[in-house]
């Protein structure tokens, strides 16, 4: 196998012959096989990009590779490529002649597969192992619930692969609705005036407790020491920031139905921790949408949004189901779920039941996904952006974990030169751009193959 050993640093460090590497893999999963989002999911075809780099001191010539699966759901349908020479200190890569996968529905998201590379050149063999994770979650990447199968999904804004992203937008309703009398660990119900569905339970009425979460239909449970999720300790929620918050300092809750964009919104505005004076505080909200945008279930649409991010590291953030048996857990004491971006100012989070795969038309600021493109991709290096909008704008640019690599500006034509914002070149993978003008926004995803 070709894991490093103290015998295989000796070796380089010795200046013996060829030494073959895996430097760095990319997932082809572009449309129709695939939904573009840079991993193997259940259900998908596309190709795989494997680069191999030298770090002997002599070359190598005629290698071909050979790609195997030890798990029969993941299929390799294309598993010969040629590399042809490798010369010392090189990198070569197939991606002329990507390696052919097929993965089965029924492999579960989450699953690892181990690879093998059979490997023969010119005097030269060796085999390299290396896992892949089928529907592995990132932080660009939407969270399911634990039902088999999944009903809800959470989306952050930094989901940009997926639809049904959101993207914040505050809705101030301070001084516009009706402010709740909610002192130290209370809960008050009020009527809805639509019907909420959730996890298929339909409800009128609105719970909405000082310690920030809300429930579906009526109840008294004013829980203030937050837990995991699900938990017997809440009926079936949205823990929007649950956590023992103190809303008699502050400017405390308050609630609005905005008939005429048909969502009803719940603000915890200014509201500090527990005890309240000198504490820090917390501006939040919640945005349910009437029936009127459906999800694909007829279960209705939760927005989550978050204008300060004073502490978050004793709260709860997430869904569970009336049954306290499923749930979403983005955030439990500082500790953030693998597929969540972190709290932060202008953070939002959408809870529906669309799945990943799904095209669906909710309210979202308009984007055209044909307005930016990029060449080559993929690309050894420089990237050059193009876009049919004449105006000024900026093009930032996104590693996989969703963390702002670039910010270019221009006018339609945008020349990125694969560095990041202190001049250091930007390892193989994913990355993503998105344009940002006041009249459009628009993503596009491309490869780095070094």
């Known amino acids: 196998m070709a894991e490093v050993s103290a015998d295989d640093i000796s070796l380089i460090n010795n200046n013996q012959g060829p030494y073959l590497l895996l430097s760095s893999r990319t997932v082809l999963d572009s449309p129709p096989g695939g939904n573009n989002n840079g991993r193997f999911d259940p259900g998908e075809t596309g190709g795989l990009i494997v680069s191999l780099r030298n770090i002997g001191n002599q070359g190598v010539d005629s290698v071909n590779v050979k790609l195997r699966s030890s798990d029969s759901r ?9 590399y042809g020479s490798i010369p010392a200190g090189a990198t070569r890569t197939n991606e002329t002649d990507p390696f052919g996968i097929q993965v089965d529905h029924s492999i579960p998201i989450e699953t690892p597969v181990t690879l093998y590379l059979f490997i023969n050149g010119t005097g030269y063999n060796d085999t390299i192992r290396f896992n892949i994770v089928v529907g592995e979650l990132r932080p660009t990447d939407p969270i ?20 049904q992203h959101p993207n914040f937008s505050w809705i101030e309703i301070n001084n516009r609705g009706t402010q709740l009398s909610l002192s130290d660990d209370q809960t008050i119900t009020i009527d809805l005036p639509f019907t909420w569905q959730f996890y298929g339970s339909t409800s009128t009425q609105i719970s909405i407790c000082s310690n920030g979460w809300v429930a579906p239909g009526s109840t ?10 699900p938990t017997t300790y809440l009926p079936g929620a949205i823990c ?3 956590d023992d918050l103190y809303p008699p300092v502050g400017n405390g809750v308050w609630y609005f139905y905005d008939a005429d964009n048909h969502r009803f919104i719940v603000e915890w505005d200014s509201v500090h921790y527990f005890p309240g004076s000198g504490a820090p505080y917390e501006r939040f909200q919640l945005i349910l949408y009437d029936p009127t945008t459906p999800t694909p279930t007829g279960d209705n649409l939760i927005v989550v949004q978050y204008l300060t991010a004073n502490q978050y590291t004793s709260s709860t953030v997430g869904i569970q189901d009336p049954s306290q048996t ?3 857990q983005c955030l439990f004491d500082n500790n953030y779920h693998r597929g969540s971006a972190p709290i932060a100012p202008g953070r939002a989070i959408k809870y529906t039941t ?6 669906v038309e909710e309210p979202r600021t308009h984007r055209d996904q044909r307005a930016l493109i990029c060449h080559p991709n993929p690309s050894r290096g420089t990237v050059q952006f193009f876009s049919n909008l004449g105006a000024d704008a900026t093009v930032n640019i996104y590693d996989r974990t969703g963390r702002l690599v670039r910010t270019i500006s221009g006018s339609g034509n945008w020349i990125w030169d694969g560095k990041d914002g202190g001049g250091k070149p930007v390892p193989p993978g994913v990355y993503f751009s998105r344009l940002n003008s006041p009249e459009i926004q628009a993503e596009t995803k491309f490869v780095i193959a070094r």
């Open 326 to 328: 499923i749930a979403i």
């Open 240 to 242: 929007l920031n649950w």
């Open 354 to 359: 669309a799945d990943p795969t799904a095209i």
């Open 144 to 163: 399911p619930d634990n039902g088999n199968p999944p009903r809800y999904w959470a989306y952050d804004d930094i989901d940009t692969l997926y639809p």
């Open 220 to 229: 008294t449970s004013n829980y203030y020491n937050n837990t995991s999720l």
């Open 74 to 82: 993941f299929v390799i349908s294309d598993s010969i490529s040629s």
